[in-house]
């Protein structure tokens, strides 16, 4: 018969966080949400209104000027980009910020994918050929073929 595993309540994962030298500091302003940093990024967990754990307010990301900055895959290049700026992402910055999601995830007692174990996942994929795809199919521009057919 499989064990069941136990979910942990948000003071566990918050001490677990503590106890792993992660820096977990109140969210000025805002209740019940507290921003975890260490190696140089930073995320924002909340207390999930029902049920155990803890739930991600802003995805792991690199702490810059006071801000959280998140990953953004231009195709050629990674940047790391704030409300004020946009700097390209360094190996290291990158390396950083896999360590503390995976650190993070094993605090929080969450299974690790396989995808993200790869890597780096971005927040958002900016690629020239792919623009407007994230529009609705009605509002897409033509593609050059579908000019000439029709």
């Known amino acids: 018969m499989p064990k069941k595993i136990r979910q942990r309540t948000f003071d ?37 209104q029902n049920g155990p754990g803890a739930v991600l307010i802003t995805r792991p990301g690199v702490a810059i000027g006071g801000e959280i900055a998140h990953l953004l895959d231009r195709g050629f290049q990674k940047f790391f980009k704030t409300s004020r700026v946009e700097l390209p992402a360094t190996a290291d910055h990158l390396r950083a910020l896999h360590r503390f999601s995976e650190e993070l995830r094993e605090a929080e007692g969450l299974d690790s994918l396989y995808n993200e174990s790869l890597g780096t996942v971005s927040d958002e994929y900016m690629y020239d050929r792919v623009k407007g795809r994230d529009l609705p199919l009605a509002k897409r521009p033509l593609k050059a073929w579908e000019l000439i057919q029709g």
Do not use: I, M, T, Y
């Open 12 to 48: 566990e994962v918050l001490s677990g966080l503590r106890s792993l030298q992660f820096d977990v500091r109140e969210v000025p302003g805002v209740a019940n949400q507290v921003q975890v940093s260490k190696h140089g990024c930073a995320a924002v967990l909340g207390r999930p």
